[in-house]
């Protein structure tokens, strides 16, 4: 009886807002870009066709995004999306950090695939306390992406297993449904494999022979690096709204779903590259399926979707070059290295510094407070050694983080991705033409974008309603909020966009 009551007090606070309930829309869907640069739609535009990305652009609310933090890395930005906070709420600082309780790098999803990890709810969660009707999954290739989405409410999330090349779920959630083991069947990515992948125009500019590669890395690894990730990822979201039946009665559902950008193999190909054409070309056919979908269930005005990037694709040196103008990657690698000597010379022996990545580095405390050194000259002492490397901008330390009032510049942007108990006691930004450099593909925890400002469209019910043409990325969360009826939770500083 008590849950009862609980039940019907919580939709009470939660079903009161600005737009009409029979103005809502069946479905709220967020499509993100991993990896994705901002201008390739406009660069191939008169290549594209109606349906797809001209279709959204033209009838979106186009709007300029900014994170607002340092480190953009998917599974963050997927956090800060949809749970409308910063990394320094939300928990989520990186793919992985350093714990010293114990001793080790911890990833930012369980071994047992859980979001366990993320500190607040998310849109979802708030979405079913709201309403017990309404449904959340989401859909993508890495299990970071669909999780750090999903959060820790949806009803399911699902991504694609390298080990066995199907769609698998999350146990975490509702458990695997009936259907996916027959889905996986008519996937059938062994064919997309075997074929290879050759341009989609046709004219042979390049060929890549799946099945050895497959062979060489023992696995489905490889599938996550080609254009046709996408059309997986649609056609497994398409599925998930078929037999979960999304969209088909009044109360709205969620749909979250990542698009990727050849994955690890993003930093191989130029930005101008036939590659990078061929994803964006494939992926506007995959969002243009999608749309179809959407309109047969919900009707062309019964939806509502957002797209924005994650981890945003930034000029890399071979970019620049072209230009004329200067850029590198900075090894991590090499700076702690040499760090290491460096204060091996000042303080003696000892392992002073326990683990490090692209944006920050935490040193050993234990060994710093048995020699009796003060961990804030300590910090500032690496800190001092840091910036005079080649490609570093700025360098603080978290002592300087927790004591001083920041409002503004590459301090704030650092103190938004700052997280006590799992950021490093030193974060460090890099010049715009600078990249963090990684020594393997698969090192994500060494990369990070520093494009904090990318596009976000909104498209269908509510659009009409929003008068910016700027905005923080934590405003997707109350903007959704009041297109489906919420009032905005307590944590959220985020705003509406609508007018």
Not at 226 to 241: E, R
Not at 325 to 350: E, N, P
């Amino acid at each position: 009886m008590i849950r009862v009551v609980l039940v019907l007090f919580v939709s009470l606070v939660f079903v009161c807002g600005n737009v009409k309930a029979g103005d809502k829309p069946r479905m709220v869907v967020g499509i993100t870009l991993a990896n994705f640069y901002p201008e390739w739609v406009r660069m191939y535009d008169y290549e594209l066709g109606d349906g797809g990305f001209k279709r959204l652009m033209r009838g979106a609310k186009e709007l300029r995004a900014d994170y607002g933090y340092m480190y953009s890395q998917c599974g963050t930005d997927q956090a800060t999306i949809y749970t409308g906070t910063y990394p320094s709420e939300h928990g989520i600082v990186s793919h992985e950090w350093y714990d010293r309780l114990k001793n080790g790098r911890l990833p930012n999803i369980s071994k047992d695939s859980t979001p366990e990890q993320l500190k607040v709810l998310n849109i979802a969660a708030y979405m079913r306390m709201a309403n017990s009707f309404s449904r959340a999954y989401s859909v993508a290739m890495r299990a970071e992406d669909a999780l750090m989405a999903g959060g820790t409410y949806a009803n399911n999330c699902f991504w694609f297993d390298e080990k066995s090349g199907k769609i698998v779920s999350s146990k975490y959630n509702a458990g695997v449904p009936q259907w996916l083991d027959s889905w996986n069947v008519k996937l059938n990515v062994d064919s997309i494999v075997n074929i290879g992948w050759l341009p989609s125009w046709g004219k042979r500019e390049f060929y890549y022979n799946l099945s050895n590669l497959r062979n060489q890395y023992r696995g489905y690894q490889i599938v996550n690096a080609i254009p046709h990730a996408n059309d997986i990822v649609i056609n497994s979201a398409i599925q998930v709204m078929r037999k979960e039946r999304l969209g088909e009665d009044r109360e709205p559902d969620l749909l979250m779903i990542t698009l990727s950008s050849l994955d690890y193999m993003n930093r191989d190909f130029a930005i101008n590259s036939p590659e990078f054409k061929d994803l964006v070309l494939r992926m506007d056919k995959s969002i243009e399926s999608l749309l179809k979908e959407l309109d047969s269930r919900c009707g062309e005005e019964g939806y509502t979707l957002f797209m924005t990037i994650s981890e945003g694709r930034e000029m890399l040196p071979i970019d620049l070059a072209q230009y004329r103008l200067k850029g590198d990657y900075f090894s991590i690698y090499r700076a702690v290295a040499l760090l290491k000597s460096y204060l091996k010379l000042l303080y003696g022996d000892g392992e002073w510094v326990l683990s490090f990545d692209s944006g920050q580095i935490y040193l050993n405390r234990e060994l710093i407070q048995k020699n009796r050194l003060v961990l804030g000259d300590f910090q500032r002492t690496v800190a001092d050694f840091l910036v005079n490397f080649e490609g570093v901008a700025k360098v603080i330390t978290s002592t300087e983080l927790a004591s001083a009032s920041i409002s503004q510049g590459t301090e704030l942007l650092i103190s938004r991705s700052f997280y006590p108990k799992r950021s490093g006691d030193i974060m460090f930004a890099l010049e715009q033409s600078w990249i963090p450099g990684m020594q393997e593909r698969e090192d994500n925890y060494c990369r990070y974008s520093k494009c904090r400002f990318v596009p976000l469209y909104v498209y269908g019910v509510g659009s009409e309603k929003i008068g910016k043409s700027a905005c923080s990325m934590i405003d997707i969360f109350p903007t959704i909020c009041r297109i489906v009826n919420l009032s905005l939770p307590y944590n959220i500083n985020g705003v509406s966009l609508m007018e």
